[in-house]
C-alpha cells in the first residue's frame, strides 16, 4: 500500500508538525505538539456540539483537530495567556481551513470567564499539572506546566461558569493528576460522563487520563487505549484514532 507523501513545502519545515489538512508551528510555544494534545482533540466527544472553548490552547493544536471534526456551524473560542503562544496559535489558525470558524483570544481565563456571556456545549482542556517549583528545562515550560498559572480548582470554577447545563469538560492529565482532579470535580458537583485509560504499551499501566466531567448526571462511557503494542509498532486502536489526521497512517 502507498503510503501518502507530505508537500515538498511541509517536507523542509523543522518549526512545527505536519498534519493531513493542517500543520502547527509549535517553535514559539513552550509546549509543543505531542501526544496529550492529540489524544484529547481526536478523542474528546464531538456529536451535538454547537460551540467549543480551549482553555490554554498553547500552539492552537487542539482547537484546530475540533474544527476538522466539527460542522462548518461550530465556532471555536480558544484562551492564551502567554502572548508567544497566543500569536503563534492566531498564525496557526490563520493558515489552516478553518479561520473563520475559531477565534484566539490572547487572555487569561479567569478573566474571559468573568465577562465571557456565551455558554459552551464542549470545554477542552490540556491544562498545567505540575506543582509550582518542580523545575523543568525552561522557564517558559515551567509556566506552562505549572499549576502557580492555573491551578485546577480554579480551572474546573471556570468551566462551571461558561459550560451549558448538559455541556461537556474535558481534559487530558497524567493519571495521578487525574484520579486527583475526578475526585475533586465530584466533590464540587460534576459526574463523570467520560473516562479513556491510556497506556504506552498494552500490557503496561495507564499513565495517561481523558476525562470528561459533565453538571449533570448520566450514562458514562469507559475504554482503555494502548498506544503501542509490546513489539513498539502503534497499536490499532491508536491508528485508527489518529487515521484522520497523522500522515503516515
Not at 48 to 54: C, E, N
Not at 123 to 129: H, L, R
Amino acid at each position: 500500500m502507498s503510503q501518502q507523501q507530505p508537500p515538498a513545502r511541509a517536507m523542509l519545515r523543522k518549526d512545527g508538525f505536519t498534519f493531513k489538512q493542517f500543520f502547527v508551528a509549535h517553535d514559539r510555544c513552550a509546549m509543543k505538539v505531542g501526544t496529550d494534545g492529540v489524544l484529547l482533540g481526536a478523542c474528546a466527544p464531538v456529536a451535538g456540539v454547537r460551540r467549543v472553548l480551549d482553555i490554554g490552547c498553547g500552539s492552537g493544536l487542539i482547537a484546530l483537530m475540533l474544527a476538522q471534526r466539527t460542522p462548518e456551524n461550530v465556532q471555536i473560542d480558544a484562551v492564551e495567556l502567554e502572548a508567544s503562544a497566543a500569536a503563534q496559535a492566531q498564525e496557526n489558525v490563520d493558515a489552516s481551513p478553518w479561520k473563520a470558524r475559531i477565534s484566539v483570544h490572547p487572555q487569561d481565563i479567569v478573566s474571559w470567564s468573568e465577562q465571557c456571556d456565551k455558554r459552551y456545549s464542549l470545554i477542552v482542556s490540556n491544562p498545567p499539572f505540575f506543582a509550582p517549583g518542580m523545575a523543568s528545562s525552561s522557564a517558559a515550560r515551567d509556566t506552562a506546566r505549572s499549576t502557580a498559572t492555573l491551578d485546577h480548582p480554579t480551572l474546573l470554577r471556570c468551566a462551571a461558569q461558561l459550560t451549558e447545563e448538559e455541556g461537556l469538560f474535558c481534559v487530558v492529565l497524567p493519571a495521578e493528576a487525574g484520579e486527583a482532579l475526578i475526585a475533586l470535580a465530584k466533590a464540587e458537583g460534576w459526574h463523570l460522563r467520560f473516562r479513556y485509560d491510556v497506556a504506552p504499551y498494552a500490557q503496561r499501566p495507564p499513565n495517561r487520563l481523558v476525562v470528561g466531567l459533565s453538571p449533570v448526571a448520566g450514562e458514562v462511557v469507559q475504554a482503555r487505549l494502548a498506544i503501542r503494542d509490546e513489539d513498539k509498532s502503534y497499536s490499532a486502536d491508536w491508528l485508527s484514532l489518529v487515521k484522520d489526521f497523522y500522515l503516515f497512517r
